[in-house]
């Protein structure tokens, strides 16, 4: 199993230990390190500044989002990376939910989500090979334009940098077995969310059938310690606000993600809670349970058995959320 570093997204201000812990990472031999953005500081250029102070380690957004830039552009933003960081790149995708892209990105959620990524990762995949004019009759991502807005001019084109590889890497972030079934027939890997080595089945069949080469990176929070119920806690207010906030009552992934994973009652009460403004309490209902079987947490032999759960599965690479450099270094040393 492949170790990454999962930086996720800055909070109020810039995170001032990311460059760091990204170059203890590369230090300890750990594979990639990822990423990500939600409506705050973006993907790409925290990336761009550890690619300059890195030199081997891969890069990867744990996950851009798909509302965020046109397919073409984020195109742009993978082969300019990928130039400067030697062909470290890897472009992790992700569609979010209607509450970020109508609210944040004021475009409306794709009524068919999985044919709107479809189309994105088709035009982004013509722009990395360059064999052609980039030409689309989609319905979500149409090229050239041709509504009825449009001026009518618009013909169809190459980049015009050369990419450095046409097969980088356009790994998917999915939650739904369907979404999870065509991620695995379109793209070169997959980046679960609240993955439970005990209940890959909440996924479909999908995950027990991969091609070979086909990465499956799960994000989970990491920390070596003594005191597990307070390791979890920064796992619990994760889950507590994206469970809780992160969507609509009526339509959130996330929560119904965790309904499948046998938590529905408690996941509903985190969202009333939640949304009532009772953010603390929200946090506090979030199960031990639930946040101790996607987290790895504990003293240093109680990660390394439940490492064992991890090895047994389709996982090929860990992204670890790990806080700390010694947490970096005992799971290297398990690992």
Same mark, same amino acid.
């Given at each position: 199993?492949?170790?990454?570093l999962?930086l996720g997204?800055?909070?109020?201000g810039?995170?001032t230990d ?10 300890l031999?750990?594979?990639s390190?990822w ?7 973006d993907?790409?250029t925290?990336?761009?500044w550890?690619?300059?102070?890195t030199?081997?380690i891969?890069l990867?957004t744990?996950?851009a989002q798909m ?6 552009t ?10 400067l960081s030697g ?5 992790g995708?992700?569609?979010s939910?209607p509450?970020v892209?109508e ?5 409306p959620f794709p009524?068919?989500p999985?044919t ?9 995949r013509q722009?990395?090979r ?8 989609g319905r979500f991502h149409?090229l %050239?334009?041709?509504?009825? !807005?449009?001026?009518? @001019?618009?013909? $169809?084109l190459?980049p =015009?940098?050369?990419?450095l ?6 790994l998917?972030?999915a939650?739904?077995p369907?979404?999870?079934?065509q ?11 609240y993955?439970?080595p005990?209940r890959?089945q909440?996924y479909g069949a999908?995950?027990a059938?991969?091609?070979e080469g086909?990465v499956?990176?799960?994000?989970t ?5 003594d005191?597990?119920a307070e390791?979890?806690?920064?796992v ?9 906030g992160?969507g609509?009552?009526?339509?959130n992934f996330h929560?119904d993600?965790?309904?499948r ?11 009333r809670?939640?949304l009532?403004?009772r953010?603390?309490e929200a946090?506090?209902a979030? %199960?031990?349970a639930?946040? !101790?079987?996607?987290? @790895?947490?504990g $003293?240093r032999?109680r =990660?390394a058995e439940r490492?064992e ?27």
């Open positions: 199993m492949r170790l990454g999962a997204y800055w909070g109020r810039p995170a990311h460059v760091a812990l990204a170059q203890e990472a590369e230090r031999g750990y594979d390190v990423t990500a953005e939600s409506w705050g500081s993907a790409f925290p990336l761009t550890i690619a300059a102070r030199s081997r891969k990867g744990a996950v509302a965020a830039r046109s397919p073409t984020t195109a742009m933003h993978a082969l300019t990376l990928d130039h062909g470290r790149m890897m472009l995708l992700g569609l939910g509450q892209v609210g944040w990105y004021g475009r009524s068919s999985l709107a990524t479809r189309e994105y990762v088709e035009v982004v722009v990395l360059r064999e052609a004019p980039v030409e689309l009759d149409p %050239p334009y041709p509504g009825p !807005d449009g001026t009518g @001019l618009g013909k $169809p190459k =015009i940098t050369h990419p590889r046409a097969d980088l890497p356009v998917l972030g939650e739904g369907k979404n999870v079934a991620t695995v027939r379109i793209a070169d890997g997959w980046l679960p969310l993955w439970s005990t890959p909440v999908a995950p059938d991969l091609r086909f499956v990176a799960p994000m929070r990491v920390k070596v310690c005191d597990v390791g979890l806690l920064p619990k207010a994760m889950l507590g606000f994206y469970i809780g992160m609509h009552a009526a339509r929560a993600l965790m309904a994973m046998g938590y529905e009652e408690e996941a509903r009460r985190i969202q809670l939640f009532q403004g953010r603390e946090v506090l979030v %199960p031990d639930f946040a !101790d079987e996607i987290s @790895l947490v $003293p032999g =990660i490492l759960l991890w090895r047994k599965g389709p996982v090929t690479d860990l992204l670890a959320l790990a806080p700390d450099p010694y947490t970096l270094r005992v799971l290297a040393e398990l690992n």
